[in-house]
């Protein structure tokens, strides 16, 4: 399998207070990859680093590397907004923007450049039904989004990160307010992306990343305890705390 | 007993609360009743279908006034709405929080200037410089417009700012994460969704451009006539009151409180309008 992200010894400091220590991880592509971990063990911050997003926050520090498709992101001669159309990231509370559904998603493609409404459309609808979103909204597409419900505006949300075609889609803890329903649709909505892109998925609930990844990664405090198929991760971890985690027996 | 004394607390402070409105309504009692007589026994139309003021010959077109009134309000918006928007963007979005921490107060202070200050500076600075570069007699409707032009600048400032930070900052992030520029977010998000409240803020610097006086009767000239450019000298229809409610009497004095009402009308409007426009958010 190719690689898609390496990160090599990854220290993430946010206001001279060390969030992420030593962080070695490689994500192949057309896989997915969850991270685990308690509370404050850093998995957002993981992500908001892979799409530089953590930029936003002005007073942080990154050392080491992160390579995608061998490209060193934190290079100085990165373009920060095509890195962030190249990685879709959703998060866990949906964010629709105070638009109609249809503006919504057409909001991230005509950023970057201009397209015809035909085309736009035929995205429009693809995405949408890509997120299975397609047939609840495909009526009242003018429709504002923050009316819809809060599984729909999470399947919105990844219907607009898919309309800028990205390569990789980070999920931060997506499910963590939705029902058992909008949570199944999202997870099966997960399996069908995995043919195209290539996905991390950050949850609290390990349950989840038991049932929909390929592989699971462990953080704690920072550091990275121990990433394997998500298979042996379940059944034989190598490190004691991971098992202690995940069999809840943790703190 | 405790309760006892909490109701006569409780009494006292809704005597207070309601003797500010109890003002209002005394303000606008005394404005109608000596302004009304006039607007009845002569109607609008003596007031409005003349050009020409001059109390001696009984003649009050409040006209010329009028324009002066309305093309200084609008000159101090083209100067002000801009610079003010474009101020408030940049502490919300662009500046650090202690830059912000530092300019915010600065410009509320703006706010807390004696319009007589503001009317001095531009008489004695600005009003030679206009008359140098334009022709003119340099008190003119565009000093007029400059200078309110600034003096409205805390009132949109701080209003827009607020709109644009009370905004989630899930907004920002959303279109941020979607590969947008910040600039890119300012326009495309955060400026149509904090839209109500610029729209508000704009309203209010316009009641108060409006409603200003002493700094405009030191910059405009006051010569009570249509005024034909915008380096010409002209007279507001607050500056009218305040020139010649001093000497005034008879009909004249009359005429000048209808002139009050219209004011005050106009003034009810547009405070009702901003309110309105800060109730109804968006979607």
Same mark, same amino acid.
């Given at each position: 399998?190719?690689?898609?992200?390496?990160?090599?010894?990854?220290?993430?400091?946010?206001?001279?207070?060390?969030?992420?220590?030593?962080?070695?991880?490689?994500? =192949?592509?057309?896989?997915?990859?969850?991270?685990?971990?308690?509370?404050?063990?850093?998995?957002?911050?993981?992500?908001?680093?892979?799409?530089?997003?953590?930029?936003?926050?002005?007073?942080?520090?990154?050392?080491?590397?992160?390579?995608?498709?061998?490209?060193?992101?934190?290079?100085?001669?990165?373009?920060?907004?095509?890195?962030?159309?190249?990685?879709?990231?959703?998060? +866990?509370?949906?964010?629709?923007?105070?638009? /109609?559904? =249809?503006?919504?998603?057409?909001?991230?493609?005509?950023?970057?450049?201009?397209?015809?409404?035909?085309?736009?459309?035929?995205?429009?609808?693809?995405?949408?039904?890509?997120?299975?979103?397609?047939?609840?909204?495909?009526?009242?597409?003018?429709? /504002?989004?923050?009316?819809?419900?809060?599984?729909?505006?999470?399947?919105?949300?990844?219907?607009? /990160?898919?309309?800028?075609?990205?390569?990789?889609?980070?999920?931060?803890?997506?499910?963590?307010?939705?029902?058992?329903?909008?949570?199944?649709?999202?997870?099966?909505?997960?399996?069908?992306?995995?043919?195209?892109?290539?996905?991390?998925?950050?949850?609290?609930?390990?349950?989840? +990343? +038991?049932?929909?990844?390929?592989?699971? +990664?462990?953080?704690?405090?920072?550091?990275?305890?121990?990433?394997?198929?998500?298979?042996?991760?379940?059944?034989?971890?190598?490190?004691?705390?991971?098992?202690? =985690?995940?069999?809840?027996?943790?703190? | 007993?405790?309760?006892?004394?909490?109701? *006569?607390?409780?009494?006292? *402070?809704?005597?207070?609360?309601?003797?500010?409105?109890?003002?209002?309504?005394?303000?606008?009692?005394? $404005?109608?009743?000596?302004?009304?007589?006039?607007?009845?026994?002569? #109607?609008?139309?003596?007031?409005?279908?003349?050009?020409?003021?001059?109390?001696?010959?009984?003649?009050?077109?409040?006209?010329? %006034?009028? *324009?002066?009134?309305?093309?200084?309000?609008?000159?101090?918006?083209?100067?002000?709405?801009?610079?003010?928007?474009?101020?408030?963007?940049?502490?919300?979005?662009?500046?650090?929080?202690?830059?912000?921490?530092?300019?915010?107060? &600065?410009?509320?202070?703006?706010?807390?200037?004696?319009?007589?200050?503001?009317?001095?500076? #531009? &008489?004695?600075?600005?009003?030679?410089?206009?008359?140098?570069?334009?022709?003119?007699? #340099?008190?003119?409707?565009?000093?007029?417009?400059?200078?309110?032009?600034? %003096?409205?600048?805390?009132?949109?400032?701080?209003?827009?700012?607020?709109?644009?930070? %009370?905004?989630?900052?899930?907004?920002?992030?959303?279109?941020?994460?979607?590969?947008?520029?910040?600039?890119?977010?300012?326009?495309?998000?955060?400026?149509?969704?904090?839209?109500?409240?610029?729209?508000? #803020?704009?309203?209010?610097? &316009?009641?108060?451009?409006?409603?200003?006086? &002493?700094?405009?009767? %030191?910059?405009?000239?006051?010569?009570?006539?249509?005024?034909?450019?915008?380096?010409?000298?002209?007279?507001?229809?607050?500056?009218?009151?305040?020139?010649?409610?001093?000497?005034? $009497?008879?009909?004249?004095?009359?005429?000048?409180?209808?002139?009050?009402?219209?004011?005050?009308?106009?003034?009810?409007?547009?405070?009702?309008?901003?309110?309105?426009?800060?109730?109804?958010?968006?979607?």
């Amino acid at each position: 399998m190719k690689k898609k992200i390496a990160v090599l010894h990854l220290n993430v400091f946010i206001k001279d207070k060390i969030i992420l220590k030593d962080i070695n991880l490689d994500v =192949y592509e057309n896989e997915i990859l969850s991270i685990i971990g308690p509370a404050n063990s850093g998995k957002s911050s993981f992500l908001r680093v892979i799409n530089r997003m953590l930029d936003i926050n002005s007073d942080f520090r990154v050392e080491g590397n992160v390579f995608i498709d061998g490209e060193d992101i934190y290079k100085t001669n990165v373009n920060i907004c095509d890195l962030r159309k190249r990685i879709g990231i959703i998060f +866990a509370l949906p964010v629709p923007l105070p638009l /109609s559904i =249809y503006d919504n998603l057409i909001y991230g493609p005509l950023l970057h450049k201009k397209i015809s409404v035909e085309r736009l459309n035929g995205l429009v609808e693809k995405c949408l039904k890509s997120a299975s979103l397609w047939e609840e909204v495909k009526d009242r597409l003018h429709l /504002s989004a923050l009316q819809l419900s809060g599984g729909q505006q999470q399947r919105l949300c990844l219907a607009r /990160s898919l309309m800028v075609e990205p390569e990789i889609i980070l999920f931060d803890e997506p499910c963590s307010g939705l029902d058992p329903v909008s949570t199944s649709k999202v997870e099966r909505t997960m399996f069908e992306l995995k043919k195209r892109y290539t996905l991390i998925l950050v949850t609290n609930n390990t349950k989840q +990343a +038991a049932r929909v990844s390929d592989r699971t +990664a462990f953080l704690l405090s920072g550091k990275l305890i121990e990433v394997d198929q998500t298979k042996q991760i379940f059944t034989s971890p190598k490190s004691k705390l991971t098992n202690d =985690y995940i069999t809840g027996r943790f703190g | 007993m405790k309760n006892h004394q909490e109701k *006569i607390i409780e009494k006292s *402070i809704l005597i207070v609360a309601f003797s500010t409105v109890f003002i209002l309504f005394l303000i606008t009692l005394f $404005i109608f009743k000596e302004g009304l007589p006039f607007i009845l026994n002569n #109607g609008l139309t003596r007031l409005f279908f003349s050009t020409n003021w001059s109390p001696s010959d009984g003649s009050y077109g409040i006209i010329p %006034m009028l *324009i002066g009134s309305l093309s200084i309000t609008f000159g101090a918006l083209i100067l002000g709405v801009p610079l003010g928007v474009a101020c408030a963007i940049y502490l919300a979005e662009f500046s650090s929080k202690t830059l912000r921490n530092i300019l915010k107060p &600065m410009i509320e202070l703006l706010a807390g200037i004696p319009s007589v200050v503001y009317g001095f500076i #531009g &008489m004695i600075f600005l009003a030679p410089v206009i008359r140098s570069y334009f022709g003119g007699p #340099g008190l003119s409707i565009l000093t007029a417009s400059i200078v309110l032009g600034i %003096m409205i600048l805390p009132t949109i400032i701080s209003i827009s700012l607020d709109a644009l930070l %009370m905004l989630p900052r899930s907004y920002k992030e959303g279109s941020m994460a979607l590969g947008a520029t910040q600039w890119q977010t300012v326009t495309g998000v955060l400026l149509p969704a904090a839209r109500s409240g610029i729209l508000a #803020g704009v309203i209010l610097g &316009m009641g108060r451009a409006i409603g200003e006086t &002493m700094a405009v009767i %030191m910059v405009t000239g006051n010569s009570v006539k249509v005024p034909s450019s915008f380096i010409d000298s002209t007279r507001t229809l607050t500056a009218n009151i305040a020139l010649e409610m001093g000497y005034a $009497i008879g009909e004249h004095r009359q005429a000048l409180f209808a002139t009050a009402i219209i004011l005050f009308v106009f003034i009810i409007i547009l405070n009702i309008l901003a309110m309105k426009i800060i109730k109804k958010r968006r979607i």
